[in-house]
């Protein structure tokens, strides 16, 4: 299956400033999908990202918040903007489908304080 | 979009017990329904899936039963065991190219011996 590194692992940012997340794979993928887990709850899909366009945002999330680059099919970087302690979660890529299912990585656990 | 409701939310068992989780999903195009177990602080991890033309899948512990009619599913645990304790997510997709997964709210699973 595909291995995924992320980072960072875990950060903790002022209100107001913004945090680059980063995921890399190590073999192409066309999709590459980016979720928050807030505390104690559930994957939400933040949106689809696509080599080459504009990555595809799921209700409730907009690009200026979180914006996505997917420069080439290994690698893809997902910004939270303008951060407040909503924010605080944890956000995870994931990679997928393929014969083995979708991976995901291990995740950044983000504290906005 | 697809939407999967998980239930029960919590659920704690003797160990040797069984565990049963169930699902429904919402869009009839789904296809693949894997599920997945996060231990605290870590990221989830695939134990096992399912395809839609398929009614059942067992691997040794675990098995997972599909009723695509009524568009349910079940993760089935037998023989509990205290490391079997964490949050088990299910989640369904189309499976096809640019699809990504949806989430149930999760079942947080207490074996206790």
């Known amino acids: 299956s595909a291995v995924i590194s992320q980072k960072p692992s875990r950060d903790i940012c002022q209100r107001g400033t913004s945090l680059t997340i980063q995921c890399q794979v190590d073999s192409q993928v066309t999709m590459m999908f980016w979720y928050r887990q807030q505390p104690g709850q559930s994957l939400t899909l933040i949106a689809t990202a696509n080599q080459g366009s504009e990555a595809t945002y799921e209700s409730g999330f907009v690009i200026d918040k979180f914006p996505i680059s997917r420069p080439n099919l290994t690698f893809s970087t997902l910004t939270v903007s303008n951060m407040s302690p909503e924010d605080s979660s944890i956000y995870l890529c994931?990679?997928?489908?393929?014969?083995?299912?979708?991976?995901f990585g291990s995740g950044t656990r983000l504290t906005v304080v | 979009g697809e939407n999967v409701e998980q239930h029960p939310s919590t659920l704690s068992v003797q160990e040797g017990d069984s565990a049963v989780i169930k699902c429904t999903y919402s869009?009839?195009?789904?296809?693949?329904f894997p599920w997945y177990k996060q231990e605290l602080g870590k990221r989830p991890q695939l134990i096992i899936d399912i395809r839609s033309n398929v009614g059942e899948k067992k691997d040794q512990r675990i098995a997972v039963t599909l009723n695509k009619t009524a568009k349910h599913f079940s993760l089935h645990i037998t023989e509990t065991q205290p490391e079997d304790s964490a949050v088990y997510f299910c989640a369904a997709t189309p499976n096809q190219a640019g699809t990504a997964l949806i989430f149930g709210k999760g079942t947080t699973l207490s074996v206790s011996s």
């Open positions: 869009d009839s195009a789904s296809n693949y």
């Open positions: 994931s990679v997928g489908p393929a014969d083995y299912g979708y991976t």
